[in-house]
C-alpha cells in the first residue's frame, strides 16, 4: 500500500514529538508523500474563560460577537505561533509538503477521525500519552483515534 498522505495529531507532548520524529523518518524516505499536521484545541472562548481572575461578585463578562471572535483569532495566533516554533526545525529539512492546521473542539479524537477522512489520509501517526482509563497503555483520545479511525494507525509511545 503507498502512503500518499499521513495525519500527525500534535499536542506538544513528549510522544507526540516523538510521533513527528517516526513521521519525518518516513517522509524522508518517500518524497511524494504529503504531512498535515494537526493541532486539536478547546474552544478559545472556554479557554479564555476558564483563565478569568476570581470575581469577587461571581458574575461572568457578556461577549459580543465581535469579542469572541477578537479572543479566538489571538488564541489561534497564540497557538500557531507555538506549533511552529515547535515542529519548524524538524520539518524544515524536508522537501515533502506539510500542511499544517489548527482547529477547535472539545471531542479530539472525533474531530481527529472526522479531518482524517476528510483529507483522505493513508495513515495516522500519533503519539500516546497514556493519560486516559487504559493508564500506561494508551491514552484516551489515540484510544478513540485507533477504535474508530477507518484507516491504519500507528501509535507512538
Do not use: W
Not at 489548527?102 to 500516546?128: H, P, Q, R, S, W
Amino acid at each position: 500500500m503507498e502512503i500518499k498522505k499521513i495525519l500527525l495529531p500534535y499536542d506538544f507532548s513528549e510522544p507526540a514529538h516523538r510521533a513527528l520524529l517516526e513521521a519525518k523518518e518516513y517522509l524522508q524516505a518517500n518524497p511524494k508523500s504529503e504531512l498535515y499536521v494537526l493541532h486539536v484545541a478547546v474552544g478559545a472562548e472556554n479557554e479564555y474563560l476558564m483563565n478569568l481572575d476570581d470575581d469577587p461578585l461571581g458574575t461572568l463578562p457578556v461577549f459580543t460577537r465581535a469579542d469572541i471572535q477578537e479572543i479566538k483569532q489571538r488564541e489561534i495566533d497564540k497557538r500557531m505561533t507555538a506549533l511552529h516554533n515547535k515542529i519548524d526545525a524538524e520539518l524544515d529539512e524536508l522537501e515533502n509538503p506539510v500542511h499544517i492546521e489548527l482547529m477547535f473542539a472539545t471531542a479530539t479524537a472525533e474531530k481527529i477521525v472526522k479531518y482524517a477522512t476528510k483529507i483522505d489520509c493513508d495513515l495516522i501517526i500519533m503519539g500516546a500519552r497514556g493519560l486516559g482509563a487504559l493508564r500506561g497503555l494508551l491514552g484516551s483520545v489515540s484510544y478513540g483515534v485507533l477504535r474508530s479511525a477507518p484507516m491504519p494507525v500507528l501509535v507512538v509511545k
